[in-house]
């Protein structure tokens, strides 16, 4: 990291030494010039340049079509009924990018990126004294050729597949593609192209991309098309008297559900009207919010409903609301537990502690009194002897 930094603080001072040095010779100089580029209609293109000076020069973009009497035009951030985006910033040098949408034959031609930092350059009666420099490249718009897509469904397979069917550059490979992810490539340089799936169409419906590589690159789509696979994001949920409740259920299958709705058993379709219910959609999801959850009125099954353009589908949540006290359920069972084992204890001890106690008419101690009188006895005989 420090090594990436010291590299982009030495290109910047290169970049500040050039500009002291273009302003020095009072000239602009191009760092990045715009490169030609092929593109189909309906695609979009992207031209990028980047200038050097001091003071740091303007950039303009102009354009020349391929009309031999059409002369070079003057470019604008919004021109081509908007379809023209252009974007410049200047600090310590002057970039800009113009890009254009949805594209045209009549966007075929020469568009020429140019720079100038002298004050004059814009002035309507003076003449600049140093000429604005220029660079320039072609951008050639080819008709898009026409692709046939496919979908054919047999024997627990789907089979995807597109077909150019008409003149095309030339096709160097092909690729399948699935959410940004590479499912099928190859190096064969058909016009056609198939991909193949197990399952039903239900378990892999979504949008699929067929990639022609040719000099533009050709794309078609083949879309799997299904009714709403809707399903509840937990089948069980539990929830306290009092607290908000939130039932969620989702669809991941393609197209998105454009109609969500919710029902209770028993009581019918819920919306937001009522006050207590709370309904947020989207196209693949759906959240219910109960507020200030009630035993009595709000325990019960729940249904939702996703529709598409191609039919609707449903999924059940069972919700179960609980006393606030059923937190202190399990406390008050272990408190029972304990007082229950302490009686218990008492009550044994309490029983055998007589049956321990020792009887004091036991004729367990007279050996002993014997044993010390005899011994007092002999002590006293042998005083006597001496």
């Not at 695609?43 to 050097?52: M, Q």
């Not at 002369?71 to 890009?99: E, P």
Request: glycine content about 8%; hydrophobic content about 35%; charged content about 20%.
């Amino acid at each position: 990291m420090a090594a990436g930094a010291a590299g982009t603080r030495a290109v910047l001072a290169l970049l500040v030494l050039c500009s002291m040095a273009a302003g020095a010779a009072g000239t602009t100089g191009f760092i990045k010039s715009p490169l030609s580029q092929k593109r189909l209609t309906q695609d979009s293109v992207e031209l990028y340049c980047e200038a050097i000076g001091n003071p740091i020069p303007e950039i303009q973009w102009w354009f020349e079509g391929n009309d031999p009497n059409e002369t070079y035009a003057q470019l604008w951030d919004g021109a081509r009924q908007d379809r023209v985006k252009i974007n410049a910033t200047y600090n310590l040098h002057s970039t800009s990018t113009i890009s254009i949408a949805n594209l045209t034959g009549d966007d075929s031609g020469m568009y020429e990126c140019r720079a100038s930092n002298d004050p004059d350059r814009n002035h309507l009666s003076k003449s600049p004294k140093v000429k604005w420099i220029r660079s320039q490249a072609n951008v050639f718009v080819i008709e898009r050729p026409e692709i046939a897509t496919g979908l054919a469904e047999a024997s627990g397979k789907l089979t995807l597949s597109c077909n150019i069917s008409g003149p095309h550059p030339t096709v160097t490979g092909h690729k399948w593609i699935h959410k940004e992810k590479v499912l099928q490539e190859d190096s064969s340089p058909a016009a056609f192209t198939s991909y193949t799936i197990e399952g039903k169409m239900e378990e892999h419906s979504g949008v699929y991309e067929c990639v022609f590589e040719a000099n533009p690159q050709i794309k078609g789509q083949v879309n799997i098309s299904v009714p709403p696979q809707v399903t509840a994001y937990k089948k069980s949920e539990h929830g306290n008297e009092g607290d908000t409740g939130v039932l969620t259920c989702k669809n991941p299958s393609f197209p998105a559900v454009t109609t969500w709705s919710w029902h209770k058993s028993g009581q019918g379709r819920l919306d937001n009207a009522s006050g207590r219910y709370i309904i947020k959609s989207s196209g693949n999801k759906t959240e219910l919010r109960i507020l200030k959850l009630d035993i009595e009125q709000d325990t019960g099954d729940y249904f939702c409903n996703g529709t598409n353009s191609l039919g609707t589908g449903d999924a059940t949540v069972n919700l179960r609301v609980r006393s606030r006290l059923a937190a202190l359920w399990p406390f008050l069972g272990i408190v029972a537990e304990v007082l229950v084992l302490v009686t218990i204890i008492f009550i044994y001890e309490k029983r055998r502690k007589p049956d321990e106690v020792p009887d004091d008419d036991d004729g367990g101690s007279a050996p002993l009194k014997s044993n010390a009188t005899n011994h007092k006895d002999k002590n006293v005989r042998q005083r006597n002897a001496n």
